[in-house]
């Protein structure tokens, strides 16, 4: 594919970059096949293909149109289209930069987008609006908001560890209001391992969010804070439970080409699956049939799969398989709360999916996917560390 920069690009890095990643496409249209906003409209325009095209169209008249933002608005970006490209596009940096350039040129965004960029990554804000939200929700029309607010708070447990810690255990932000049970499991399986780890209460967001809604500096804001703040030395790692966040986390250094530590300190990011692999666990649920959900940001995003499945068989467990694993359940971050539509019919074919098999629990390793599936599942949600005594 051959794209003509317009004059006004044509001295912008990242623009250059992104020519030469779109130029890569043959136009075979595997990526569609995997894609699930194409496999659920059947619209080349809501496919990786069509918006490749797209944003072609943009790069060579340094202008947007309603299209283009409609069709990255509905785009998961869960990478599923990778794996499948035979050219090897990385079409989850195409998605990123057109936003960028999008929100460069549009200041607009919905009330909905501000309150979730103001308070997503403050979990103190956070909290102080989602329990006055729980007060209203009754009366709230909307059915993904009010879906959205029905887990109760829960009383976090004070995770302090050591400051000779090697380990650096992040507490991420919705995370850290709606599901602290998770790191402070975490903490726990750590501790009877007698493994040092510390917490940084100046811990700021990751940046996925401002990634994922096309504002660039907010979120290398975010990143550089994380750098500064979060000082590591040469055999330190740092453990995300989120695997959403991980998949950000893990690629500081691209987006913060200029920050010197930013190389370090993504090369010391770790799943937790990849952490804890190397340790034997025993059952703490008494669940037998387990289905692992394994969200977008993990398989195809950080490209792990197996470890999680390979933990739990070894703990007891009868891990099932399930069709279309592969497919992305419909949260993606705040896409659930923006385009509540899309994000129910694929929900809906993974819940039919997971109730095939007949699990007992089903687990997941984000918490965009457990608070998404949560309310439409009749067996519980967890992380699937929680499996683990």
């Known amino acids: 594919m051959r794209t003509m920069i317009a004059p006004t690009l044509k001295n912008e890095e990242a623009v250059q970059d992104l020519v030469a990643e779109i130029n890569k496409c043959v136009h075979c249209g595997f990526c569609n096949s995997v894609c699930p906003t194409y496999q659920l409209t059947g619209n080349e325009l809501q496919g990786p293909r069509g918006r490749i095209y797209l944003v072609k169209g943009l790069l060579e008249r340094d202008d947007t149109n309603e299209a283009l933002e409609d069709s990255l608005s509905k785009c998961l970006t869960c990478r599923a289209c990778e794996p499948a490209c035979p050219s090897g596009v990385r079409y989850g940096k195409i998605a990123e930069e057109a936003r960028f350039l999008i929100a460069n040129q549009s200041s607009h965004r919905s009330f909905l987008q501000r309150v979730l960029l103001n308070l997503i990554p403050n979990p103190t804000k956070f909290k102080q609006l989602y329990r006055v939200g729980r007060w209203f929700r009754p009366f709230i029309l909307s059915k993904s908001v009010r879906e959205a607010l ?118 010391a990011v770790r799943d937790i699956s990849e952490y804890l692999v190397q340790y034997e666990f025993k059952k703490a649920h008494k669940a037998e049939r387990v289905v692992f959900q394994s969200p977008c940001t993990l398989q195809h995003g950080q490209q792990i799969s197996g470890i999680v499945e390979a933990i739990l068989t070894r703990t007891g467990y009868e891990v099932i398989p399930y069709r279309d694993a592969s497919q992305c359940c419909g949260s993606a971050g705040t896409y659930s709360l923006l385009q509540p539509k899309q994000a129910r019919a694929l929900r809906d074919k993974k819940i039919s999916a ?36």
């Open 150 to 267: 029905s887990r109760k708070l829960q009383v976090a447990t004070t995770i302090t560890g050591t400051e000779e810690g090697t380990v650096i255990l992040l507490q991420g932000c919705v995370q850290q209001a709606l599901t602290p049970e998770v790191v402070a499991h975490l903490a726990t399986l750590l501790e009877t391992r007698e493994i040092r780890f510390r917490v940084v209460s100046q811990e700021s967001c990751c940046g996925s969010l401002n990634l994922h809604l096309g504002e660039k500096e907010a979120a290398q804001s975010e990143m550089t804070a994380n750098v500064s703040q979060i000082r590591i030395g040469s055999d330190d790692v740092i453990l995300s439970s989120a695997s959403g966040c991980g998949v950000t986390l893990k690629e500081y250094d691209r987006y913060l080409p200029q920050v010197a530590d930013a190389s370090s300190f993504a090369r």
């Open 354 to 389: 997971l109730t095939d098999v007949a699990p007992d629990v089903v687990v997941t390793a984000n918490v965009g996917c457990q608070l998404f599936l949560e309310p439409a599942l009749d067996v519980p949600v967890l992380h699937w560390i929680e499996l683990l005594e």
